[in-house]
């Protein structure tokens, strides 16, 4: 217990003084058993200043009372007194749940569901609910059908030329690997076969592309090239390579046979991140595209969807592995794109190790999973040593490339006030919400210009969009 109260809070942990507020800490017990499992001692305060509870058994009681009135599905933890420094404590213990996903009953099964992201609690909206809730039941999200498609909705030609040499795919193939299923009599592609193969994947999956973006320094000032990826995603992955390799530097090896082409980033490791993020991304999820930001010092590759349920980051740098998406996986997997299941992340610390790199960080940042991949010297673009400044510069807004006239004008409406989209549409004289207002939209975030009102509900009916300090210094009234 001594070395429970040195660790620091987080996705497994927390601490609450006492019991006179109880919601918070209900919120706790609810994130942790829809997440990753966690405990959470009641009697010490933030400083880990041991305090004591005061009736402990009483106490006890109380909370055991708490937990069984308040959380549906019923959950039972463990709940124990336990002694510290002749003080005693409660120690609530909470196993990631087959029964997720739970919520609190006064807020209800829509708005009472938390996940536990680092060391707060966030409310789950629709998307991550139903997550929760398939994978408790064991259904990937991929594998479930879209029947109001058909096999003609499916870019066969490319899947077959991609298998081409490795397996013929054939009606049968197509049914192994689970791109079709019978639903009500008839064949018709899974989602997993849309996200992989669909002609028109954008339609039914807004988010499932990649972005990639070159800034100039260590942060999202200046851009100093970026590229929308659309392609199907297998393919999606030789083109996020090149790209990385279009802006990083080639030496070369003499000290073999052969002359060997050495690059100032670790395209290994950074194949794996990719794939990583490509396979385990939550494409149920809407708001963002994967992202690849490539800085003077690091590389960031950036995923929609929080970590399974029951898996945490050190899990992962264990060796851990769950699939999210079992038809993308087994595709990859058919492919070689993966060499070994559930080897991927293991790798990338490997790799890093043995390249005498900083190790990488992954984190959760709200509902989507960050891996930084620092690399050992700093990589400048041409254009480092004379980069604008945004003060003084346009280039560094986002009239540098063609879609500069709207961004700049959605810039200047949020410098009157926040606004959501359609609010944005209507200043902008457009009858609808765009495709383009959207892209917009996404890229300025991207750019960190502008931020969402409510980040953690990223589909919210309430959803607006604000500048942010480095927005304002980017833009001003005309």
Not at 357 to 367: A, H, K, S, V, Y
Request: overall charge neutral; some cysteine.
């Amino acid at each position: 217990m001594n070395e429970l109260l040195h660790q620091s809070e987080g996705k497994t942990l927390e601490f609450k003084r006492d019991l006179s507020s109880p919601k918070p800490l209900l919120k706790t017990l609810v994130a942790f058993a829809n997440t990753a499992g966690g405990r959470l001692v009641v009697g010490v305060a933030d400083d880990r200043q041991v305090l004591g509870v005061t009736n402990a058994l009483d106490e006890e009681e109380r909370l055991c009372s708490l937990i069984a009135d308040a959380i549906a599905p019923r959950l039972v933890p463990n709940v124990e007194m336990v002694t510290v420094e002749d003080k005693p404590l409660l120690l609530v213990e909470v196993f990631v749940s087959g029964s997720r996903p739970h919520w609190l009953k006064a807020d209800g099964p829509e708005h009472g569901v938390y996940v536990r992201l680092g060391s707060t609690s966030r409310q789950a909206d629709s998307a991550l609910i139903g997550e929760l809730r398939r994978t408790a039941e064991g259904v990937a999200f991929d594998e479930l059908p879209m029947p109001e498609l058909s096999l003609d909705d499916l870019d066969l030609a490319t899947a077959k030329k991609l298998f081409q040499g490795i397996s013929p795919l054939d009606e049968q193939a197509l049914r192994t690997l689970k791109l079709v299923t019978a639903y009500q009599g008839r064949t018709v592609p899974t989602k997993g076969a849309v996200l992989l193969f669909g002609k028109e994947r954008n339609l039914h999956f807004s988010d499932a592309w990649v972005q990639c973006g070159r800034f100039v320094g260590t942060d999202k000032a200046h851009i100093f090239d970026h590229i929308d990826i659309h392609e199907p995603l297998p393919l999606a992955l030789d083109s996020i390579m090149l790209f990385l390799k279009k802006h990083a530097m080639r030496g070369a090896d003499f000290s073999q046979t052969r002359r060997q082409d050495v690059w100032s980033i670790p395209l290994t490791l950074l194949r794996e991140a990719v794939i990583n993020a490509l396979v385990h991304t939550d494409y149920s999820q809407r708001g963002a595209p994967i992202r690849v930001s490539f800085f003077d010092d690091r590389i960031e590759i950036e995923n929609p969807g929080i970590l399974l349920p029951g898996m945490t980051v050190e899990d992962m740098r264990q060796g851990v592995s769950k699939i999210r998406n079992h038809v993308l996986a087994r595709v990859f997997k058919e492919l070689n794109l993966i060499e070994q299941w559930g080897s991927g992340v293991r790798r990338i610390y490997s790799e890093a190790l043995e390249l005498g790199l900083p190790e990488p960080q992954i984190t959760e940042l709200g509902l989507r999973v960050r891996l930084v991949v620092p690399l050992a010297e700093k990589v400048l673009t041409e254009a480092a040593v004379k980069a604008p400044k945004p003060e003084s510069r346009p280039e560094s807004r986002p009239e540098s490339r063609p879609e500069s006239t709207l961004a700049i004008k959605i810039l200047q409406r949020l410098l009157d006030g926040n606004a959501s989209k359609a609010q944005l549409a209507q200043h902008l004289g457009h009858k609808t919400v765009s495709g383009e207002l959207k892209k917009q939209i996404t890229h300025l975030l991207t750019l960190e210009f502008i931020e969402m009102t409510r980040p953690d509900i990223p589909n919210s009916r309430l959803q607006q969009y604000k500048l942010t300090d480095l927005g304002r210094q980017n833009i001003s009234k005309p």
